[in-house]
């Protein structure tokens, strides 16, 4: 498969627990989003990691959320002590340097904290 | 604080209808507007805007900014139920790593 691809798909997870998520980028993209998208809302940014520069945290609402990318593959975004208004999708995308509007996204995956 | 506001917040259309969708937005050092269509969970890339007044176009679907009022429209003619989607309007500003969206406009399309 040659697309952004994210696990899991859907999470459920329980107040107070720590939740990690995981982004494949496309092969080559050096680029990679994490976004937030709560129910009836538009996408939140959230963090943004290009090649081996310092990352873009300015979008991560709190310091319960972090993100590591290991060089130019898997991201994995960790939400700690899990809160109700977690609950949302995350989206990861990826894209070539310079083309940040071409971004090509993944499935999401679907938190609920009960 | 960069902001994009679309309009309508849902549309309920028949199908062969015309709809227009509408998005402003107040974003420092404007680089480009781009539009994405929502299906399910990943957005897809429909449109990238850069000048105002040239019209881009794929299809059925059609797209024009202008810099001067700060907006965009997305055309959708001769809808089909399978434009039935979320429309995501999104600028690039100051920041080249981060897009601002917009809540999007929930279209849907019946027989």
């Known amino acids: 498969g040659a697309g952004v691809s994210q696990s899991p798909s859907n999470k459920v997870t329980e107040k107070g627990k720590d939740v990690e998520l995981r982004c494949d980028p496309i092969s080559g993209h050096t680029a990679l989003y994490w976004y937030r998208q709560r129910l009836g809302q538009g996408l939140e940014f959230l963090i943004y990691?290009?090649?081996?520069?310092?990352?873009?945290k300015s979008g991560l609402p709190s310091d319960r959320f972090s993100a590591e990318r290991t060089g130019e593959s898997v991201s994995t975004l960790t939400i700690q002590r899990t809160q109700q208004e977690d609950s949302a999708v995350y989206l990861c995308a990826s894209s070539l340097i310079g083309q940040t509007y071409e971004q090509y996204f993944g499935p999401g995956t679907r938190l609920t904290v009960t | 604080e960069d902001k994009v506001v679309q309009s309508p917040l849902s549309l309920v259309v028949h199908e062969g209808d015309t709809v227009t969708l509408n998005c402003s937005y107040e974003v420092t050092n404007f680089r480009s507007l781009l539009w994405y269509k929502q299906e399910k969970k990943a957005p897809t890339f429909l449109f990238m805007l850069?000048?105002?007044?040239i019209e881009k176009k794929s299809g059925r679907l059609s797209s024009i900014l202008d810099k001067k009022e700060l907006f965009s429209i997305l055309n959708i003619t001769a809808t089909q139920t399978g434009d039935s989607a979320i429309y995501l309007c999104a600028a690039q500003g100051n920041t080249a790593s981060k897009l601002t969206f917009g809540t999007g406009t929930r279209l849907q399309v019946t027989l």
């Open positions: 850069t000048s105002s007044g």
């Open positions: 990691f290009q090649g081996n520069s310092a990352p873009d």
